[in-house]
């Protein structure tokens, strides 16, 4: 599993058009993983992190299981701050059965009702959609909160394309792995729907 920091570059119009559509970060970062056009690139998982000071660079996480070849990116002009920063990540070796770990997950937590799939609104209901996820993936919660919520309204390229709106869920806190191997395919494939619009990659780091 590769994870990658993008550090990007506001003056860029590419990246302030990227900015303001997760459709089109998709389509940028899926450069990295395809040689041609039309080819099928591999699952991958991405974020747009939160700034944490003010007028600093935008941040974009990207995990995959796949090495990708940051060199497009480099070569558009003015995209990218820095150089991509990449490691190879074990999940298995670095989070064992017991682990604490802090957690960070931008998610789009949802129900399914009369064959329709709904964004959740509420903390208590977001939040015990994160627990229902972590039985099924493998940790427990010790410790959750909602530290941001919106709705992402996304309209695609073609016009005749209805807009897709999503309900967005950012949950940090404290995690406890419960079952290694489950963890790790949750890594690997996201928690919950959205992962093309930047929702589903969970960020650890052990406590």
């Known amino acids: 599993m590769y994870l990658t920091r993008l550090l990007l570059d506001p003056r860029s119009a590419q990246v302030r058009r990227d900015l303001g559509s997760p459709y089109e970060m998709h389509r940028t970062l899926v450069r990295a993983f395809v040689a041609e056009d039309g080819q099928t690139p591999p699952r991958f998982l991405w974020r747009l992190e939160p700034q944490m000071l003010w007028g600093s660079p935008p941040v ?28 190879q ?43 229902r996820q972590g039985q099924r993936c493998g940790f427990t919660l010790e410790s959750a909160q909602v530290t941001a919520s919106d709705v992402l309204h996304v309209r695609k390229a073609r016009a005749d394309k209805d807009p897709i709106s999503l309900q967005r869920v950012c949950f940090e806190g404290v995690l406890r792995v419960a079952d290694a191997v489950q963890l790790k395919d949750a890594l690997v494939s996201g928690i919950g729907p959205g992962k093309a619009f930047g929702c589903g990659l969970l960020s650890l780091a052990r406590v």
């Open 60 to 87: 974009v996480l990207v995990q995959s299981g796949h090495r990708a070849d940051w060199g497009v990116l480099q070569a558009l002009r003015s995209y990218l701050k820095t150089e991509p920063e990449t490691k």
């Open 89 to 131: 990540l074990d999940a298995v070796q670095l989070f064992p059965n017991g682990q604490r770990c802090r957690f960070r997950l931008l998610a789009n937590p949802t129900v399914s009702r009369a064959g329709k799939r709904l964004g959740l609104v509420g903390d208590d209901a977001q939040l015990a959609w994160l627990g």
